[in-house]
């Protein structure tokens, strides 16, 4: 059984910052992509920075400069640093993975990460 799990939200004040961590287990071959999306109330869920395959990064315009997202390959985990929070970024974040495992290529969503901005 395969789990993703966030961590590492919480209530800062705007200007500061946030490290989020996603963490993927199970029966998992390869990982081909995974990073970080946000759905704020009554808003879709929209991309905030991902790792693709070959290593690349995709960012929403939104967070480049601000946010940085990194990996641990041997932990299967990713990093999510948010520095400059502002008061548009509050919202549920959520880890996506997308691997090779023995059912097959999968998507897994984990249960997803509150962040609060104070102003």
């Known amino acids: 059984q395969v789990q993703v799990v966030e961590s590492g939200g919480g209530l800062v004040q705007a200007g500061g910052s946030l490290r989020l961590s996603c963490a993927v287990s199970?029966?998992?071959?390869?990982?081909?992509?995974m990073g970080w999306y946000r759905q704020a109330a009554g808003k879709q869920r929209e991309l905030v920075a991902t790792?693709?395959?070959?290593?690349?990064?995709n960012y929403a315009d939104s967070v480049k400069g601000r946010f940085t997202i990194s990996r641990d390959n041997a932990k299967n985990t990713v990093y999510l640093q948010m520095n400059s929070l502002k008061p548009e970024d509050p919202a549920v974040y959520y880890c996506?993975?997308?691997?090779?495992?023995?059912?097959?290529?999968?998507?897994?969503w984990g249960q997803g990460t509150q962040v609060t901005v104070s102003s």
């Open positions: 996506n993975a997308f691997f090779s495992g023995a059912y097959g290529r999968q998507s897994y």
């Open positions: 199970g029966s998992i071959f390869s990982i081909n992509a």
């Open positions: 790792f693709i395959t070959g290593g690349s990064t």
